[in-house]
């Protein structure tokens, strides 16, 4: 026994020596002693998680988080839309614009702007605030609001010229006649690679750190049936969860996926409050990138933790991820355009599409994940 314990503080004696000429304990050396070896066991981790990322990848050279703006991704666009004037605002959106015809328009709406009315967050800007001097814009008297999206996602809003239209579309999306495809970036791969959550979503009770959050309410009947591919890794909500659940449906397909990382395609077959990241955060445990909201289930909201690879390759620390933007953008919906023809008459849908924004692509590059060919354009917002 006194053999094994001498030949394991071997690797010590150096230590031992250097701090026993200046220590004037033992628990002094002690320490010093237990502080080195955490430090060199810490060594040890990081150069087994960089051992990790193969040799022959490129990894990015320069940190973008020594920029001089702070900030952590490239900015072609800025997110930030305290400095600019009303007219420049719209402008901005007015540039934005995918399509226009049929008297509906779609807008590639970018990160950080609001399709609901009142208070918004620092640096965000109000679509609605900004309607009259978009319908000014394009010479027509009102643009109605149709639909929203998150203040935190970007893509295609809705809006109609004539309230006949905002009306029959409106409609559309109640009978659900209108599809919608977002494509999102995850922290961690879905598995499996493709399936529907089927998982009803009820409002949360207030949290500490902000006023509104959903949380997942599994029906008995859901949970008894056969097919639990999905089901099996969904965390449950706390029993703080308010009555009411409400239906939500989302289907979604694994486009491509490297290392912890994977970019999702996902529909949802039904309109609830922040149903994709509900369920791809609470259902399947894997919540989108920059998620700092669905990424745990604790009740004080916390910065999303990344894997060690996902950091390095986006050249950010730790406590960086929480500066990271959702990533979720809405690409294409098909819309019936015509409200005099039949729902069933396929001519009358018009498939609207948006281009992925900068930052999106950027990402993508350094996760190493890839488009479908069809989906590359050469053009970003």
């Given at each position: 026994?006194?053999?094994?314990?001498?030949?394991?503080?071997?690797?010590?004696?150096?230590?031992?020596?250097?701090?026993?000429?200046?220590?004037?304990?033992?628990?002094?050396?002690?320490?010093?002693?237990?502080?080195?070896?955490?430090?060199?066991?810490?060594?040890?981790?990081?150069?087994?998680?960089?051992?990790?990322?193969?040799?022959?990848?490129?990894?990015?050279?320069?940190?973008?988080?020594?920029?001089?703006?702070?900030?952590?991704?490239p900015n072609k666009r800025?997110?930030?839309?305290?400095?600019?004037?009303?007219?420049?605002?719209?402008?901005?959106?007015?540039?934005?614009?995918?399509?226009?015809?049929?008297?509906?328009?779609?807008?590639?709406?970018?990160?950080?702007?609001?399709?609901?009315?009142?208070?918004?967050?620092?640096?965000?800007?109000?679509?609605?605030?900004?309607?009259?001097?978009?319908?000014?814009?394009?010479?027509?008297?009102?643009?109605?609001?149709?639909?929203?999206?998150?203040?935190?996602?970007?893509?295609?809003?809705?809006?109609?010229?004539?309230?006949?239209?905002?009306?029959?579309?409106?409609?559309?999306?109640?009978?659900?006649?209108?599809?919608?495809?977002?494509?999102?970036?995850?922290?961690?791969?879905?598995?499996?690679?493709?399936?529907?959550?089927?998982?009803?979503?009820?409002?949360?009770?207030?949290?500490?750190?902000?006023?509104?959050?959903?949380?997942?309410?599994?029906?008995?009947?859901?949970?008894?049936?056969?097919?639990?591919?999905?089901?099996?890794?969904a965390r449950v909500p706390?029993?703080?969860?308010?009555?009411?659940?409400?239906?939500?449906?989302?289907?979604?397909?694994?486009?491509?996926?490297?290392?912890?990382?994977?970019?999702?395609?996902?529909?949802?077959?039904?309109?609830?409050?922040?149903?994709?990241?509900?369920?791809?955060?609470?259902?399947?445990?894997?919540?989108?990138?920059?998620?700092?909201?669905?990424?745990?289930?604790?009740?004080?909201?916390?910065?999303?933790?990344?894997?060690?690879?996902?950091?390095?390759?986006?050249?950010?620390?730790?406590?960086?991820?929480?500066?990271?933007?959702?990533?979720?953008?809405?690409?294409?919906?098909?819309?019936?355009?015509?409200?005099?023809?039949?729902?069933?008459?396929?001519?009358?849908?018009?498939?609207?599409?948006?281009?992925?924004?900068?930052?999106?692509?950027?990402?993508?590059?350094?996760?190493?994940?890839?488009?479908?060919?069809?989906?590359?354009?050469?053009?970003?917002?």
């Amino acid at each position: 026994f006194y053999i094994n314990m001498f030949s394991s503080m071997m690797p010590l004696l150096p230590a031992f020596t250097r701090c026993y000429a200046s220590s004037a304990t033992a628990f002094d050396y002690a320490l010093k002693i237990r502080t080195e070896m955490i430090n060199n066991s810490e060594k040890m981790a990081k150069s087994e998680s960089s051992a990790q990322v193969k040799q022959g990848d490129k990894m990015p050279i320069n940190n973008p988080i020594d920029k001089e703006d702070g900030s952590v991704l490239p900015n072609k666009r800025t997110w930030s839309f305290a400095s600019l004037k009303p007219d420049e605002i719209v402008e901005f959106l007015y540039k934005n614009i995918v399509w226009d015809k049929y008297g509906i328009v779609a807008i590639n709406k970018p990160y950080n702007v609001s399709c609901q009315g009142g208070t918004v967050a620092r640096g965000s800007v109000n679509l609605i605030d900004h309607l009259p001097g978009l319908a000014a814009r394009l010479s027509c008297p009102h643009l109605h609001p149709v639909h929203r999206i998150d203040r935190t996602s970007t893509g295609i809003v809705l809006l109609a010229r004539t309230e006949q239209q905002a009306r029959h579309l409106k409609l559309c999306f109640k009978e659900r006649r209108i599809e919608k495809y977002y494509y999102c970036i995850t922290r961690d791969v879905p598995s499996p690679l493709e399936g529907i959550v089927d998982i009803p979503l009820t409002a949360s009770a207030k949290h500490r750190d902000c006023d509104w959050r959903a949380a997942l309410r599994p029906t008995q009947s859901a949970l008894d049936e056969a097919n639990l591919t999905v089901l099996t890794r969904a965390r449950v909500p706390t029993a703080s969860s308010r009555s009411g659940a409400k239906e939500a449906v989302t289907r979604y397909r694994v486009v491509d996926k490297f290392e912890r990382c994977a970019l999702v395609e996902v529909q949802p077959l039904t309109g609830c409050k922040h149903q994709i990241r509900v369920h791809l955060g609470y259902g399947l445990n894997t919540p989108v990138l920059g998620d700092h909201k669905y990424s745990s289930m604790r009740d004080r909201l916390m910065p999303q933790r990344l894997p060690e690879s996902t950091l390095t390759r986006l050249g950010i620390r730790p406590a960086r991820a929480r500066d990271l933007p959702l990533f979720l953008h809405c690409q294409r919906v098909a819309v019936p355009v015509d409200p005099s023809k039949s729902p069933s008459d396929s001519a009358s849908v018009s498939v609207i599409k948006a281009p992925f924004p900068y930052q999106f692509v950027w990402v993508m590059r350094q996760l190493k994940l890839r488009l479908p060919i069809k989906l590359i354009r050469s053009k970003f917002i």
